[in-house]
């Protein structure tokens, strides 16, 4: 059992490496057929191949073994000429089936076993695996479905997620991933701890930064952090977002504690299901030099809620009436439908 297993095993990374060869060969088959038959049938009576293009049709049919019979071959040269096609063109089709077929299966096992690597561009990159990460991809799929995961599992762990095994830390894995392409890199922690080993994965998660800056200053960079002191650090390695597990949770539950409802209004305006969401979106060209005051009249007839400005300033939410418009980004919460015609 074992040698036979050896032979196909053998014989699969032949028809691997053979592939172009097998394929440049059926098609020199093809186009011999063509034009010879083509030449030793033209101007026999009762022949079916009167053009080129029949001619291809009964070469196909021939190699391929269908044989619809609407296109006789009468000439004795010319089917003599057709047995030598049907001995070597099935033969040089089947090893081209072969080797397709080998490709196929082997790219979708590199696919599952996280192999591969990705062609796409401007799609979310998500490096390492945690037990929120699954909650961030269903949520992210609401509205973008260009997914990548980079983490160091055996395994992909959503059937749905384009999974590469590696991590950020290596520069060669990024590569795989086409981090230089992507729009946005998300890193999590990988693990929930507390004191110093908190810092040590921090410290992991900088580094990752710092390797997708190095080979990417356009992809937006958001960071998952353990510790609070951790950040400046992060901002300098090249991040453009820190998220700091446990701040944010425990300052809506303080919030709801002196506000009633305040949780449930954030979690509103955060979860893409509502559909109701706090957008960042590019100032529209006029409404640059106006007042926010009369933007936000304008927007408000467009089931548009104008809530804040982002510029080289800062974020500046509700500022006054007669404060001035320039190019940046609006902050609304409304349905992301309603900005795309502004």
């Not at 009762?46 to 190699?63: E, H």
């Amino acid at each position: 059992m074992i040698p036979i297993l050896f032979f196909f095993e053998k014989f699969r990374k032949m028809l691997k490496r053979n592939f172009i060869k097998v394929l440049i060969s059926l098609a020199i088959v093809i186009m011999y057929g063509t034009f010879s038959e083509y030449y030793i049938e033209k101007g026999i009576p009762g022949t079916g191949i009167t053009n080129l293009f029949n001619s291809l049709w009964f070469v196909v049919q021939t190699i391929t073994t269908v044989g619809y019979g609407d296109t006789p071959v009468v000439g004795f040269w010319g089917r003599v000429n057709a047995m030598v096609l049907m001995l070597i063109g099935i033969s040089i089709l089947g090893l081209f089936t072969a080797s397709l077929a080998s490709l196929l299966m082997e790219y979708s096992l590199s696919k599952i076993a996280g192999n591969h690597k990705i062609m796409r561009k401007d799609h979310i990159v998500i490096c390492n695996w945690n037990p929120l990460a699954e909650d961030i991809v269903k949520e992210l799929y609401r509205e973008y479905p260009y997914i990548v995961l980079l983490a160091p599992l055996e395994e992909n762990p959503m059937k749905e997620l384009d999974f590469v095994k590696g991590t950020c830390l290596h520069i060669e894995d990024l590569e795989k991933v086409n981090i230089r392409k992507a729009k946005t890199a998300i890193i999590l922690s990988e693990a929930v701890v507390d004191g110093e080993l908190a810092s040590a994965y921090d410290a992991k998660v900088i580094l990752g930064v710092m390797n997708i800056r190095k080979l990417s200053q356009s992809t937006y960079i958001i960071a998952e952090l353990l510790k609070n002191d951790s950040t400046e650090n992060a901002i300098t390695a090249g991040v453009d977002e820190v998220v700091v597990k446990g701040r944010i949770s425990s300052k809506l539950i303080l919030k709801g504690s002196l506000y009633p409802g305040t949780i449930e209004v954030i979690d509103h305006v955060v979860t893409a299901k509502t559909g109701e969401e706090i957008l960042e979106w590019p100032v529209p060209k006029w409404a640059i030099g106006k007042k926010y005051g009369e933007v936000a009249k304008e927007l408000i007839n467009k089931n548009i809620t104008l809530i804040g400005v982002k510029s080289k300033e800062g974020i500046k939410i509700s500022p006054p009436y007669d404060y001035k418009i320039e190019e940046g980004k609006l902050i609304y919460i409304t349905r992301k439908e309603n900005l795309k015609n502004l």
